[in-house]
């Protein structure tokens, strides 16, 4: 079965306010204030919460060091999953336009570096889990994108063919997933990076969820 897999954060919604929240709240509890702005470092915010707390201590505490990182990590987790929702929305069309893959007989599944049960939490809040057939979290297996297990594993428990098979992102680690997996890669271009994802040379560009089929088409008819 054909089949197309989702990375989640930056391609099939835009979490990065409530992840930079998360942060925040960190940074708050340790009388820093709100180091991060939600605007300007929002595609930080894309590759992880480890990422955003190495970019606020090194604004606020130039001596800081792993243990830091290692102290706040759970706290931002647990403040992220108190409030994951609060602004965090689906990007236009997506809904519409997976629903109309399924209806062609694609298979879609997720696959993303986010907790499996942040991302559970965050499918189901947003009303879409059961849309999906699969969902590979960043510790479903021992290893993460861009590692190509986790995209195998998502593109088998959605009952696709590996070889007629592609995923959507948004950074160079979904690149990195599709070349080690051997599969197209389609980067979005309204995500934190914008039209800089050009430069990583994807197979496709979807600058929309009104493209998904025709793009959906032309990598893997």
């Known amino acids: 079965m054909r089949c197309v897999i989702f990375d989640l954060d930056g391609t099939l919604a835009d979490t990065s306010a409530d992840l930079i929240a998360s942060a925040n709240y960190c940074f708050n509890a340790l009388g820093y204030g709100d180091v991060l702005d939600p605007i300007a470092d929002s595609s930080t915010a894309f590759h992880g919460g480890r990422a955003m707390l190495n970019l606020g201590f090194g604004r606020v505490k130039p001596d800081y060091d792993q243990s830091d990182i290692d102290a706040q990590y759970p706290v931002l987790l647990q403040a992220y999953g108190d409030a994951i929702d609060v602004h965090t929305k689906l990007y236009d069309g997506a809904v519409e336009a997976i629903e109309g893959l399924k209806s062609s007989g694609y298979a879609v599944g997720v696959c993303t570096n986010k907790p ?106």
Do not use: W
């Open 116 to 221: 499996s049960g942040l991302a559970e939490t965050l499918l189901k809040k947003l009303g879409v889990r059961d849309m999906f057939a699969s969902m590979i979290g960043a510790d479903t297996l021992p290893v993460r994108k861009p590692d190509p297990a986790p995209y195998v594993a998502a593109v088998e428990q959605a009952g696709g063919h590996l070889n007629m098979s592609y995923l959507i992102g948004d950074t160079i680690t979904d690149r990195k997933t599709a070349q080690a997996a051997g599969v197209p890669c389609a980067l979005v271009t309204f995500g934190p990076d914008g039209h800089a994802v050009k430069a990583l040379e994807p197979e496709a560009l979807l600058h929309g969820y009104k493209d998904l089929a025709q793009v959906t088409k032309d990598l893997i008819g």
